[in-house]
């Protein structure tokens, strides 16, 4: 819905460069255009550059075509330029639209047991409920990011998400296993755009600096999601009185609100189908057929020819993503293990009901939240290093101190969790260690994301969909695998394993530190960095 907004106020500006008479140039951002900073000095600058610039001079070129570009740094089309209040208004929005979907994937595991009784299956089958959403966001995130390169970011999100909606009512309503099954597939096949792209949305309105400050947000949202709707549909399955299928309605009504104010609030961001929009208003102003984008210039099907295999060739031939996905295929293979794990590392021993498991959930949401408040920090420091200028740039090595400083934390979490997981230690010991795997995940997550967007640019949405689709694959194996590996070598042994793997990943953060650079030159996908551009001064 916002997109017709914007082409109306495209419009206008087209309107305003092709009439240079005209004084005053229509902002094409989103609704919050008409206010005023409270800096109302710097406001009129700002405001009389984006004037200038929108007023570019196009030229024909040797074939006849006048290609339709931005005008420059300030250029008001681009989402960069858009007021910082409308820019975090879409943030919010998509912070929303992703907690509800990550919620979607974790809510009725705690009805593990009640619905596997019903259904007349064992509690291993009916992790198949979990295991098919996750196979089915790993499916779709191969194409969900070259999707969004081609028509946009807004139908990738909105489209799947309608669709989403009437899965989540189908398994809330499912008399049967099998039904069940098959309506959490596309549960998760219909929510991987949002979950795998969002970076993406990210990197389109805000340049790298801001980027340490607003990603955080986006990585919380992904992360808390599937580590809170335990907590509620644990306290649901212990109520004899309420049904198990609440968790689903809960899901749904949380879900169709996010899904109603993106609708009506949420902008198309992707630079190049902005500029698409207006070289068609353009050749509708002027008569003439030569105006034209590099989106304009090639038809849907050849875009996505070029696109769809994108995310797999670049996780298998680019280091810098193997490895990175390698480490969130672990993060979120501990993860969603956890969900069945938590009755053997909590439930059984300490004697815990259904709702008081679910809540030990908490304790990996508490550790993300207090490291994501750690990003105002990480933020003033980028804005140092860059001497405060603005639109400047950070090499991508930057990114990864988070990871670097937190990777070491994440065998000792493990180690920790197993190895004290007896009915004489106190439980608050586990639930320590909990969090401080959230705070690790997240610490992780952030740092491979921005990476490799900074690091792949115009590619960044197919090689986030690349990790996205590794991750929730092997993820969805492992949930089948979780109970039988916690039932037949118990939770000491379970989690020496997965810490010991996690040990041999620890490097990883630090070698790209060091070797990023050089790997990034070798690459035929990834940014060039430009050879005048400081390195921040890191801290030795």
Not at 230 to 259: D, F, H, K, M, Q
Not at 511 to 534: N, T, V
Request: net charge positive.
């Amino acid at each position: 819905m916002w997109a017709l907004v914007q082409n109306r106020r495209i419009e206008r500006l087209v309107t305003h460069e092709i009439e240079p008479e005209q004084t005053t140039v229509s902002s094409i951002d989103t609704p919050d255009t008409t206010q005023h900073s409270p800096r109302k000095q710097k406001s009129e600058k700002k405001k009389k550059r984006g004037n200038e610039s929108a007023k570019c001079i196009l030229a024909a070129d040797s074939h006849g075509w006048i290609w339709v570009e931005t005008s420059g740094e300030d250029d008001p089309l681009d989402p960069r330029n858009w007021t910082l209040l409308s820019r975090s208004k879409n943030i919010g929005i998509l912070v929303f639209l992703i907690f509800t979907q990550g919620w979607a994937g974790s809510a009725d595991s705690p009805a593990n047991e009640r619905s596997s009784r019903e259904f007349g299956v064992s509690q291993t089958a009916q992790n198949l409920s979990t295991a098919m959403y996750l196979f089915g966001i790993g499916s779709g995130a191969l194409f969900a990011g070259p999707l969004s390169e081609s028509i946009g970011r807004n139908p990738t999100y909105l489209v799947p998400t309608f669709i989403y909606l009437l899965f989540v009512l189908g398994s809330a309503l499912s008399p049967t296993f099998a039904g069940q099954v098959i309506c959490r597939y596309f549960v998760g096949l219909c929510s991987s755009p949002t979950l795998s792209i969002n970076g993406s949305s990210v990197g389109d309105q805000f340049r790298p600096v801001k980027r340490t400050f607003v990603f955080p947000a986006i990585a919380w949202a992904n992360i808390a999601g599937p580590m809170i709707s335990p907590i509620v549909g644990g306290w649901i399955s212990s109520n004899p009185s309420l049904s198990w299928r609440l968790t689903e309605y809960i899901t749904l009504i949380i879900s169709a609100c996010a899904w109603i104010v993106s609708f009506f609030f949420l902008p198309e961001s992707y630079l190049p189908i902005l500029l698409d929009w207006k070289s068609r208003q353009l050749r509708r102003q002027t008569g003439k057929a030569n105006y034209v984008s590099a989106q304009s210039r090639s038809s849907f099907l050849q875009r996505l020819k070029h696109a769809v295999p994108l995310p797999v060739i670049l996780l298998t031939t680019e280091p810098v993503i193997s490895v990175l996905g390698a480490y969130l295929i672990l993060l979120y293979c501990i993860l969603f293990t956890f969900l069945s794990g938590f009755d053997y590392i909590f439930k059984k021993t300490y004697n815990l009901s259904t709702g008081q498991t679910g809540s030990c959930f908490g304790a990996v949401a508490v550790g993300a939240t207090i490291a994501t408040f750690a990003t105002p920090g990480l933020y003033v420091w980028a804005r140092r290093k860059t001497n405060y200028e603005h639109g400047a740039t950070v090499t991508p090595e930057f990114r990864l101190w988070p990871a670097i400083i937190a990777s070491p934390f994440l065998p000792i979490s493990l180690f920790w969790l197993g190895w004290t997981n007896y009915p004489t230690v106190s439980i608050w010991s586990g639930l320590i260690a909990c969090g401080i795997f959230g705070a690790v995940l997240i610490s992780i997550y952030i740092s491979s994301y921005e990476y490799i967007i900074d690091s792949y640019g115009k590619h960044a949405a197919s090689a986030l969909a690349s990790i996205t689709m590794a991750r929730y694959l092997v993820a969805g194996g492992m949930v089948m695998a979780a109970r039988p590996m916690y039932e037949g070598i118990g939770v000491h042994w379970t989690m020496t394993i997965l810490g010991g793997l996690s040990v041999l990943l620890t490097p990883g953060p630090l070698l790209f530190r060091i070797y990023g650079a050089r790997l990034r030159d070798r690459s035929r996908y990834a940014d060039k960095l430009s050879q005048s551009e400081p390195e921040p001064d890191y801290p030795h």
